[in-house]
């Protein structure tokens, strides 16, 4: 018990720090009033915080931490559940582009640990990022062109 009280003092220090960067890049974005933001960001933290929590608990590691958290935030959006019109508010004050850009930091840093697999994979994968990043690319047009003819915007 006492190693879970541990690492969920590192979880939520990650978090609320994650959860600090995403306020002030919200704040940058100019879209929302401070306040709203930061409780919906709040009440991120603590879905997050929940989900995994939930995680570490013997018997339920046999799922991945993604969907205990995934699980937690849907719960809690649900119409039935008593505060999901409230949460719902605040968390929709949140944009998308701010939440991503900590999470790719830390993806850079996690990569950055596992330097020795990065350097065996040397220049075989550049073509592989440039073809993914291309496909990516070019997925994402084609149904945007799609989905604009098939609204008429476009």
Known sequence: MARILNKMYDVLFIL???????????????????????????????????????????GFKRLPMVFWVSTCAVVASLPAFPLSAEILSYTKEVGFLPITTPILAYAGLSLGKDMEGFKHLSW??????????????????????????????F
């Open 16 to 58: 609320l720090v994650t959860g600090f960067l995403v306020w002030i890049a919200n704040m940058e974005a100019g879209s929302t009033a401070f306040s709203k933001s930061a409780i919906g960001i709040i009440l991120m933290v603590v879905i997050t915080a929940i989900g995994v929590l939930i995680s570490m608990l013997p």
């Open 124 to 153: 075989r994968i550049v073509p592989v990022a440039l073809a993914v990043a291309a496909g990516s690319f070019l997925c994402a047009t084609a149904l945007a062109e799609v989905m604009l003819h098939l609204e008429g915007i």
